[in-house]
């Protein structure tokens, strides 16, 4: 669990024993989940937050017109439900279910408070979370306000998901089907458009990668 937890921005800079004493005052719990499992609910009271021990989360919000977006996923070592637990709202925004078999460790709120309130390092490493949380739900905006399909590939591509080095390509989150889900466009269109820029050059598509091979002709797409 130790060395799941050190993947988490929130103990950036710690120890595995200084991880493993903040832990024992945490009072936390882990539960296990299967595929579909439902996690939170949208409607559910937000009292503690949620790291992934094991398999994956996917963050999903309810639309006015009863269908349910994925907006994010998660992975182990990655925190979620710290925004509403300490917002003003007092129930989660979204739902969060299982995409495996899953394994989560939760922190009530009082418990987090109380460790953050002790070490500055915790304090400064929690507040900077929450900055790129702020960040990860500016450019999820962007992304839907795009016009065009071909767009919001472009911009998925350069953006939200992007190369971790120039030439390495982009992993796919989870597969095309939550790929299209997150960008509220369906699997025929996604995959006809990938299709098309591929043909002209823009991209290169290999199984869960897409390459980009045409940098600036996907930012003069997001120009127009």
């Given amino acids: 669990m130790i060395e799941v937890l050190q ?9 595995s024993a200084e991880i493993e004493t903040i832990v024992a005052g945490l009072q ?18 937000a009292d503690r937050i949620g790291i992934l021990l094991q398999g994956s989360v996917a963050i999903e919000k309810n639309l006015a017109n009863g269908k349910a977006t994925p907006v994010f996923l998660r992975y182990p070592g990655e925190m979620f439900g710290e925004a509403a637990v300490f917002s003003r709202a007092d129930t989660y925004p979204c739902n969060v279910i299982s995409q495996s078999i899953s394994q989560i ?3 009530p709120k009082a ?15 929690f507040l900077q979370l929450f ?16 016009d065009s399909i071909r767009q919001k590939i472009g911009f998925s591509l350069l953006y939200e998901l992007s190369e971790p080095q120039p030439g390495k390509g982009v992993e796919l989150p989870s597969s095309k089907k939550f790929w299209a889900e997150s960008l509220d466009v369906s699997r025929p269109s996604l995959y006809r458009e990938l299709g098309m820029m591929e043909r002209e050059g823009l991209i290169r598509l290999a199984g869960k990668k897409i390459y980009i091979i045409d940098r600036a002709g996907l930012m003069e797409i997001l120009a127009k």
């Fill in 131 to 146: 900055a790129n949380k702020i960040l990860e739900l500016t450019i999820k905006t962007e992304l839907l306000a795009c």
């Fill in 105 to 107: 460790l939760f922190i």
């Fill in 7 to 15: 993947k988490n921005a929130l103990f950036s800079g710690k120890t």
């Fill in 28 to 45: 936390i719990v882990v539960g296990d989940f299967k595929k579909g499992e439902l996690i939170f609910r949208s409607d559910q009271p």
């Fill in 111 to 125: 418990a987090m408070l109380t460790a953050i309130a002790r070490d500055t390092a915790l304090l400064s490493n």
